[in-house]
């Protein structure tokens, strides 16, 4: 397995098998403090097994188009949102799991304002930030336990946004 992965545009429906889409899409659930704040309730599930949720902060450096994709991971013990704490675009990457490896890979493009959560044991692209200064909020699971896999691709994939041309 390997090959080219072309940007996909992020959407709820796309990304649903994977996580969730973090955005302010759609009209509020509520109106609060004196009408001056749009509340987007419950936009994630949070999921901890044998642990309590934290959040970290990860400065990451900003990469290029092309990017190479060599390895995915996943967190087996609980989920992982990133929120970017700039309105700059990042890559996510997410491959659905077949019998307990990765398969083919997905690449999408955040719009500004956009954050995910990856559910318990997705397999994932490492934080792809592509300005700075590629600061995130992440909420995600503290404590004892593995809770950390790679997985190595034989052959490495090319994230491009754009497709290959077919020539004449």
Same mark, same amino acid.
């Given at each position: ?7 996909? +545009?992020?959407?709820?429906? *796309? &990304?649903? =098998?994977?996580?969730?889409? !973090?955005?302010? /899409?759609?009209? %509020? ?10 509340? $987007? ?11 309590? *949720? ?11 188009? @092309?990017?190479? !994709? ?5 967190? =087996? !013990? ?17 491959? %659905?799991?077949?019998?307990? *490896? ?19 044991? +997705? ?5 792809? %930030? ?15 336990? @593995?809770? &950390? ?6 052959? @490495? $994939? +090319?994230?491009?946004?754009? /497709? *290959? /041309?077919?020539? =004449?």
């Amino acid at each position: 397995m390997s090959g080219t992965l072309v940007l996909e +545009t992020l959407t709820a429906k *796309a &990304f649903a =098998p994977f996580g969730d889409l !973090l955005d302010v /899409s759609g009209p %509020p659930d509520k109106m609060i403090n004196q009408g001056l704040c749009k509340r $987007f309730h419950d936009r994630a599930r949070i999921e901890i097994t044998d642990g309590r *949720a934290g959040i970290s902060l990860f400065q990451a450096e900003p990469r290029s188009l @092309p990017i190479l !994709l060599d390895m995915v991971e996943r967190h =087996p !013990l609980g989920s992982q949102a990133f929120l970017p704490m700039s309105l700059d675009p990042f890559v996510v990457v997410v491959a %659905p799991d077949e019998n307990d *490896a990765p398969g083919r890979p997905r690449a999408f493009m955040t719009a500004p304002g956009q954050g995910v959560n990856y559910h318990k044991g +997705t397999w994932h692209g490492v934080l792809t %930030p592509l300005k700075a200064p590629g600061l995130f909020a992440i909420v995600d699971r503290i404590g004892a336990g @593995p809770n &950390f896999e790679e997985h190595w691709f034989e052959t @490495p $994939f +090319t994230i491009t946004n754009q /497709s *290959a /041309s077919t020539g =004449p």
